[in-house]
Nanobody, 124 residues
Framework: QAQLGESGGGLVQAVGSLRLSCVAS????????IPWFRQAPGHAREFLAS????????FYTESAKGRFTISRDTAKNTVYLQMNSLKPEDTAVYYC?????????????????WGQGTQVTVSS
């Protein structure tokens, strides 16, 4: 049974917005921090942002700061990544992840639980 599942990706024009969703199992959502990553073709997976299991703490890397917002809805066991002012270079597969520790390092590689990913394509 999948512990994490992303949705909300798609094709959007530059400067547009998308909101990605990550639905987690109850066990994961209540105990784990949820980070978001992305991976563009030919590039390494990149850490973007994270939110702790209480929702009180968030962390953003420089790639996400200012344009992306991470949040969570306890009633829906869902973490969101709101992405605004999208650029063609944001094109990638976006993944959510789960980690019992709240990650704060920009070079963080991710915990053991991964979703299947959702494709985001930004056209110029």
């Amino acid at each position: 049974q999948a512990q994490l599942g992303e949705s909300g990706g798609g094709l959007v024009q530059a400067v547009g917005s998308l909101r990605l969703s990550c639905v987690a199992s109850g066990r994961i959502f209540s105990r784990f921090a949820i980070p978001w990553f992305r991976q563009a073709p030919g590039h390494a997976r990149e850490f973007l942002a994270s939110i702790d299991n209480t929702g009180r703490s968030t962390f953003y890397t420089e790639s996400a700061k200012g344009r992306f917002t991470i949040s969570r809805d306890t009633a829906k066991n869902t973490v969101y990544l709101q992405m605004n002012s999208l650029k063609p270079e944001d094109t990638a597969v976006y993944y959510c992840n789960a980690d019992p520790q709240f990650p704060l390092a920009p070079d963080y590689l991710g915990g053991n639980y991964w979703g299947q990913g959702t494709q985001v394509t930004v056209s110029s």
